[in-house]
């Protein structure tokens, strides 16, 4: 099968610093690595997508890398704020089958 | 827009008994999913929908039903409620199905099987 793992369960940084969350896949590349961002209580919601064929992608402090060669994904946040707490869910995107998500990384942002 | 809508956001059950989990999106998607979200275990696919009359089983569909007789409404349907099914639903939506197409949650169902 066709796995996604976010391999820490949880991570605490110093507000300020860069968070680096973790999301691996097994087998073959997706063609897309989603991100999504979970709030307790709530629903996830994207945040953005990377393709196989890019190496990175940004979005204001948002940095999403996709490395074929070592079938992971970095999802940073640049100058973390206690307002980037929250759970953060990588997603497998095969392209024509249902996505794939990964158990999470809850961050804490500490002030 | 209101995006995707669920009802109820809570809800206690008895060991047996069934009760409809209750999904409309607004967006004229026409992919509809059911995610259960247990702690710690990520989200794990119940069910989805590929368009009005069109359903499929996901990771974990024992226990379940689903229907999809409108673009807007995909209704879970929980025939004998056991407490394994105490968990957070979610039910979700988007336009195609991945090729880069986001997905829309919405707020969530708590149910708790007693």
């Known amino acids: 099968s066709q796995k996604i793992e976010q391999n820490s369960e949880a991570l605490n940084i110093q507000e300020g610093k860069t968070a680096t969350l973790t999301c691996n896949y097994t087998n073959y590349s997706p063609a897309y690595l989603q991100w999504y961002r979970q709030d307790p209580g709530r629903g996830p919601v994207f945040l953005l997508l990377i393709r196989e064929n890019e190496k990175e992608k940004r979005k204001e402090r948002l940095k999403v890398t996709f490395d074929t060669t070592l079938k992971q994904s970095l999802f940073h946040i640049t100058a973390s704020q206690p307002a980037d707490s929250a759970t953060y869910l990588c997603?497998?995107?095969?392209?024509?089958?249902?996505?794939?998500f990964g158990k999470g990384t809850r961050l804490s942002v500490i002030a | 827009n209101a995006g995707v809508t669920q009802t109820p956001k809570f809800r206690i059950l008895k060991i047996g008994q069934s009760m409809t989990l209750q999904c409309t999106q607004d967006?004229?998607?026409?992919?509809m999913y059911w995610y259960r979200q247990d702690p710690g275990m990520g989200l794990k696919l119940i069910y989805y929908?590929?368009?009005?009359?069109?359903?499929d089983k996901g990771e974990v569909p024992n226990g379940y039903n689903v229907s999809r007789s409108t673009t807007e409404d995909f209704p879970l349907r929980l025939e004998l409620a056991a407490p394994s099914q105490t968990s957070v639903y979610f039910c979700?939506?988007?336009?195609?199905?991945?090729?880069?197409?986001?997905?829309?949650f919405g707020p969530g169902t708590r149910l708790t099987v007693l």
């Open positions: 997603a497998r995107d095969s392209g024509n089958t249902p996505l794939v």
């Open positions: 979700a939506s988007s336009y195609g199905e991945g090729r880069g197409n986001e997905q829309f």
């Open positions: 929908s590929v368009g009005a009359g069109i359903t």
């Open positions: 967006m004229n998607h026409n992919y």
